[in-house]
DNA sequence: TAGATTGTTAATCGATTAACAATC
DNA sequence: TAGATTGTTAATCGATTAACAATC
C-alpha cells in the first residue's frame, strides 16, 4: 500500500512530540492530537499503517512507540552522509547540532574552490569535488546534502546519483531530475519565502 | 475561495520555469508542464483561480504570465525582513545570494550573544535581541526569518508576533504555536532528513 | 463490570485529472 | 476555415474525518 508522504511527515512530528514528553507511560491519540494539532483519527490512521500499537482503553506506551516510530522512520541508528559545497551554507550545515543529535552524521565534505579544498571545519576536511565518486562508493554513503550554487547543482547532483547516492536534499534552488529510485527533496528559501509574502500580500489586502 | 497551498507552492515552480525561459513569446500548458512535471490540466487549473492569462489556442505569452505570477505571489515589489539569530545558519541566510536576487533584503539581525551585538555582517550590524521590538515596529516590517537554538524559539516568536510581525519562516526545531493572521512556515531539517531515511529503508529493504 | 480508547470501516471532503465547449 | 489550446465543468481519485465494534 502506498502511504502518503504527509503522513510520514506527520510521523515525524509525533516523534518529536513523544521526545519531549519525559513523564507519562502511556498516551492517547487524544492526548497526542492535543500536542501536535492533528487530530486523534489522523493519529491513529498513520499508526495502523505500520502496525498495532496501542491499546484500545488504555492509549499508546510511551516508550514503546518512540522505539516503533525511530524504526519506522528509519533513525534507529545513525546515517553517514555526504556534503557538497563549502559555501556559508554548506559550512552552516556542516556545524548544525541538529543533525548529530538525531543520529545524522555528515562524514564527508566537497567542494571545488581550491581555497577551500584542505581546510578543516567542525572536524571535516574539504576534499576535492573530483574525489566525489571515489570516497562516496569506498564508504558506502547513501545519502548527501547539496549547498552549491544554482549553475552546478545539476551536474553534482547527476554526480551523486552515479556515485550511488540514494538521497538527496537539495538546498540549491533548481529542480533537477533524478531516476526512480533515487529520491530528491528540494528546499528552495526563496520559494518558501514566496510562500509567505503571497500570505501577506492577502492579509494586508 | 479557498485555493490549496499546494496550488501556491506550484505557481512559484512555474514562475522559476518561465525565469530561464528567455526565447519563447508563448508558451502553452503542455510546454509548461514539460519543464515542471505539474499536469498541463493542473497548471491551467491553477492559474484560472487567480484570473484568465492565456489565449485559447495560442497559450499564455510569458512575459504577461511572468507579471501576473510576481503580482500574485507578492514579489512585485522589495520586501524587507527581519533575520533573529546570528550563529552559523543565521550567518549564511545573512549571506545567502538567492534572497536578494528575488528582491527580500534582510534589513535587520538581532542576536542575544554580547559577543556578537555591534559586530557587522555582510554590511549589517548585528543588534541587540532586547531592541527586536522597538526596531521592528518603527520600520514596519512584517516577515521574520528564525534561526535561534530550539529552546529560544517559543519566546522569539512570540516577541515578534507582539512586535507586529505576521509571517514567520522559522527553522528552530519547534512548532510554537501563533495567533490566526500570523503565517508561520517551520523548516526543520533533520525532519526533512528523516523523510529521506523513511525512504532510504524501504528502497534497501 | 463500566469506562475508555484503539483499530478499522464507511462517509465526507478536497484536490487532481479528464473532457470538451468556447475561441483564438 | 481548420487546428490548437484555453477556461471550466464533471468525473475520479485520494486523503481526512466520523463512527463504532472490539477490547483493554
Redesign the interface.
Known amino acids: 500500500m502506498q502511504i502518503p508522504?504527509s503522513s510520514?511527515?506527520r510521523?515525524?512530528?509525533y516523534y518529536?512530540a513523544l521526545l519531549s514528553l519525559k513523564d507519562a507511560a502511556l498516551i492517547s491519540s487524544q492526548e497526542l492530537s492535543d500536542f501536535?494539532?492533528c487530530s486523534a483519527s489522523q493519529i491513529r490512521k498513520d499508526l495502523a499503517y505500520f502496525g498495532q500499537f496501542g491499546r484500545p482503553g488504555c492509549g499508546y506506551p510511551v516508550e514503546d512507540l518512540k522505539r516503533e516510530l525511530k524504526k519506522?522512520?528509519?533513525?534507529d541508528k545513525d546515517?553517514d552522509?555526504a556534503l557538497v559545497g563549502a559555501g556559508?551554507?554548506g559550512?552552516?550545515?556542516l556545524?548544525?547540532?541538529?543533525?548529530k543529535?538525531?543520529g545524522?552524521n555528515i562524514k564527508h565534505a566537497f567542494d571545488n574552490d581550491t581555497r577551500k579544498i584542505g581546510k578543516v571545519k567542525q572536524g571535516i576536511r574539504i576534499r576535492d569535488i573530483e574525489d566525489l565518486k571515489k570516497v562516496i562508493k569506498s564508504s558506502k554513503i547513501?545519502?548527501a546534502i547539496v549547498a552549491v550554487?544554482?549553475e552546478a547543482a545539476r551536474e553534482i547532483i547527476d554526480r551523486l546519483v552515479s556515485s550511488g547516492i540514494?538521497?538527496?536534499?537539495n538546498f540549491a534552488?533548481a529542480?533537477p531530475?533524478v531516476p526512480t529510485?533515487v529520491?530528491l527533496?528540494n528546499?528552495?528559501?526563496?520559494?518558501?519565502?514566496?510562500?509567505?509574502?503571497?500570505?501577506?500580500?492577502r492579509?494586508?489586502a
Open positions: 508522504s510520514i511527515t510521523l515525524s512530528i518529536r501536535t494539532e519506522i522512520l528509519g533513525v546515517w552522509v556559508n551554507l559550512s552552516a550545515l556545524a548544525y547540532k541538529g543533525f543529535g538525531q545524522f547513501g545519502m550554487p544554482q540514494k538521497a538527496i536534499l534552488p529542480r531530475k529510485g529520491e527533496l528546499i528552495d528559501l526563496s520559494m518558501e519565502l514566496e510562500r509567505l509574502t503571497y500570505f501577506l500580500k492579509v494586508r
